[in-house]
């Protein structure tokens, strides 16, 4: 995990020259700090502080400053202790240490607490939980929805278009929805517009991609309110864009729009991974059949190793067809985790929504399927007093690829 920053609180030189060393070598920035009244004012633009501290302050003193304000409240700190007494160990616990090392320790354990400690942190980020500044730990609006399946044909295009419809018409000219199927995306066509400018044109004004209000001017904007960031008009044109370019797009649209609905399609690759990363929430649309389920469960295996998607996903089950193939209760064993939003098939509504150009959340606005898909909306941003369950509760639905269970 290189260039993540460490700050090293650590009043005894030769200590710090050592622990630096060893850090820097494995990759990570260090900076080290003999005086604790100087470092705490360099601990919040850290992601790391490490507290070795002997003296007339105690480093668990330091520690329980660091752990009383606010902004640093959720940055990780590892202790050491200098002797391997439970007391003092404890002390640092109660102070608000996440981890506690004890003299003498080798550089192995210092890597594996550091690691350890980092990728918890880095979790419980993606989680978006933040500190507000009475201390109190709330979840960070949610404003990037990302949808994906790993098959086409199941309906990924007309859950994020409408998911995107529904969030426009609670905020409209404030959603935007970016076409990340990249090589044949079908948004503009669920949409019936035909956009003079796609993604293959951001990417080539490099200040498009910084700067928010131009950027929006690449967006074709829908007369419902919702704005349209299409994917390239063909598949010659979809290698232009490199996942870097996506970070920037990601970054950029949300300091000049409110909610990013991205539709990823269904290609898999370090793209469609940032996408994931951007976003609070990540609807995974399946249909009942062996074939479209066999590629989720593979997918959430793949996923399932490196952890941080899992708790940010919700599943959609999309009858596509007529008759039932695979139950509810098959699919959820299948996947291993509830589906929290069924939709019911129809043989007109949803051909009709894509010939016509209209989604069905506002071309038939009280079927069911609007309905649920409007609910789908909230539930994805958790708009409209959706209560969002904390990660505790998350936790506790236990499996390998645990997830919400509603
Ligand atoms: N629940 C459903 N019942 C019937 N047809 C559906 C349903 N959901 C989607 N469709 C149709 O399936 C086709 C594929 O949908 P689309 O959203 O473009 O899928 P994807 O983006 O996954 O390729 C479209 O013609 C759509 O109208
Ligand atoms: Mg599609």
Known sequence: MPASTILLIDTDPAFSETISSVLSGLGY???AQPDPDAAFAQAATHQLVIIDVVGERSGADVCREIRATASMAPIPVLCVSQTDEVEERIRFLE???DDVMARPFDAREL????EALLLRFQRSKDQRATVSSDGITVTRKRRTVAVHSPKGGVGTSTVAVNVAMAAAQRKPDQVVIVDLDLQFGQVATHLNIDPAQTLADVVREDAAMREPELLRTYATKHDSGLHVLAAPTGPELADLITADHIDRILDTLLDTYDQVVVDTG?????????SFEHAESVLFVVNP????LKSMTALIEYLGEAGTVAPKSTFVLNNTFGREILKLRDVEAGLGTKVAIELPYDPFLYLKAVNEGVPIVLGAPRSVAAERLTKLSSLAFAADGVVVPQEASERKSGGRFSLRRR
């Open 29 to 31: 920035s260090v900076t």
């Open 95 to 97: 102070a608000g240490a």
């Open 111 to 114: 890597e594996a607490r550091v």
């Open 266 to 274: 269904t290609w898999l690759d370090e793209r469609t991974l940032r």
């Open 289 to 292: 059949e062996i074939a479209a």
